[in-house]
């Protein structure tokens, strides 16, 4: 495992690797949102079974 300086210049490139994991994790997170409707066309939740209960 590379060791990262204590130095600015290892703030710099941990700061650099944060900003990209940050847009990593916000794309992911889109992706699902995106992929929801979806799921709810092919597995439809009937509102009457849910409301009767078990």
Request: charged share 15%; net charge positive; hydrophobic share 55%.
């Amino acid at each position: 495992m590379v060791s990262i300086p204590d130095t600015v210049q290892g703030a710099v490139l941990i700061s650099i690797i944060d900003f990209i994991l940050s847009f990593v994790i916000i794309s992911g997170i889109g992706v699902v949102l995106t992929l929801l409707p979806l799921v709810n066309r092919k597995w439809k939740v009937d509102e009457a079974k849910l409301k009767q209960g078990h």
